[in-house]
T-cell receptor, first 114, second 113 residues
Framework: KAGVTQTPRYLIKTRGQQVTLSCSPI?????VSWYQQTPGQGLQFLFE???????NKGNFPGRFSGRQFSNSRSEMNVSTLELGDSALYLC?????????????FGPGTRLLVL | DQQVKQNSPSLSVQEGRISILNCDYT??????FLWYKKYPAEGPTFLIS?????DKNEDGRFTVFLNKSAKHLSLHIVPSQPGDSAVYFC????????????FGKGTRLSVIA
């Protein structure tokens, strides 16, 4: 079974631009979560989608948005990029997000904002 | 406010010895705790988890201990191997509803041959 895939793997943008990242979950998984990892900050939760609905949202500004399609694939968008948005963006999928259920992570998209 | 804390950014251990990674949490509503391992250029991979109704869970060389009264958990790796060198993240979630995982900042483990 194929794992979680994320595209692109690397991205360089300049301040003020916008970016869209894509995540394809494991086949059959309906929940997709997004996390931001910056040096020394661990993984910070962005949002989670299940059956095309956003169920949870982390403490990030409205410049960060996402969506999920009927095939469970998900995209996240960051508008008006800032230098501080440079990070590794990780996507994780699970069958459903229930307490203690394992989430499977993709390799991430490394975004550099210049 | 950091709800999950891994106070040791790094740890070095000799091959064959025990590695002990620690994690503290502040949210008493957390009911499930997980450990993930992350190699460079890869996403985190699930290692082991424990529910709050248990105080120990074992899987091969990996054992997680939970002390609810102290709001503390630890991951023991015995014996440590060079391939265990990675960043280890502690994560926690609440038992009710569809709440997301809250991660610590990670501990970089180096196992020296």
């Amino acid at each position: 079974k194929a794992g979680v895939t994320q595209t692109p793997r690397y991205l360089i943008k300049t301040r003020g631009q916008q970016v869209t990242l894509s995540c394809s979950p494991i086949s059959g998984h309906r929940s997709v979560s997004w996390y931001q990892q910056t040096p020394g900050q661990g993984l910070q939760f962005l949002f989670e989608y299940f059956s095309e609905t956003q169920r949870n949202k982390g403490n990030f500004p409205g410049r960060f948005s996402g969506r999920q399609f009927s095939n469970s694939r998900s995209e996240m968008n960051v508008s008006t990029l800032e230098l501080g948005d440079s990070a590794l963006y990780l996507c994780a999928s699970s069958l459903v997000v229930t307490p203690g259920e394992t989430q499977y992570f993709g390799p991430g998209t490394r975004l550099l904002v210049l | 406010d950091q709800q999950v804390k891994q106070n040791s950014p790094s740890l070095s251990v000799q091959e064959g010895r025990i590695s002990i990674l620690n994690c503290d949490y502040t949210n008493s509503m957390f009911d499930y705790f997980l450990w993930y391992k992350k190699y460079p250029a890869e996403g985190p991979t699930f290692l082991i988890s424990i529910s709050s109704i248990k105080d120990k869970n074992e899987d091969g060389r990996f054992t997680v201990f939970l002390n609810k009264s102290a709001k503390h958990l630890s991951l023991h790796i015995v014996p440590s191997q060079p391939g265990d060198s990675a960043v280890y993240f502690c994560a926690a979630s609440e038992g009710s509803g569809n709440t997301p995982l809250v991660f610590g900042k990670g501990t970089r483990l180096s196992v020296i041959a």
